[in-house]
């Protein structure tokens, strides 16, 4: 059983850089693919980017490309979202996701454990 609690959520203007956490329980963090998707209000719920759990091959879809980063730090079961250039369409509701097949996995059924979700809204 993996239990993630996300963090960092706020509101931010548009251009601003926010960081989100996602702390994870359990002692086999390491073997967990991470990933992040969010969802705005209206639409479906949709994958931003993953990390696999080692932490050597990342995958982000096009919309974040060059302004969001993910890291982990696997001796403190934490993963991170490094959102720069922040702009109103990200305004969502952002989730941390563990996979237990380890590597790049950018679909939420293979995602086994999900977090309670953080609210990122961007202004204009």
């Known amino acids: 059983q993996v239990q993630l609690v996300e963090s960092g959520g706020g509101l931010v203007q548009a251009g601003d850089s926010l960081t989100l956490s996602c702390a994870a329980s359990?002692?086999?963090?390491?073997?967990?693919?991470m990933g992040w998707f969010r969802q705005a209000p209206g639409k479906e719920r949709e994958f931003v980017v993953v990390?696999?759990?080692?932490?050597?091959?990342?995958y982000y879809v096009d919309s974040v490309k060059g302004r969001f980063t993910i890291s982990r730090d696997n001796a403190k079961n934490t993963v991170y979202l490094q959102m720069n250039s922040l702009k109103p369409e990200d305004t969502a509701i952002y989730y941390c996701?563990?996979?237990?097949?380890?590597?790049?996995?950018?679909?939420?059924?293979?995602?086994?454990?999900w977090g309670q979700g953080t609210q990122v809204t961007v202004s204009s």
């Open positions: 990390i696999s759990g080692s932490g050597d091959s990342t």
């Open positions: 996701a563990a996979s237990p097949y380890g590597g790049i996995v950018d679909t939420a059924h293979l995602y086994r454990y």
């Open positions: 359990g002692r086999t963090f390491s073997s967990y693919a």
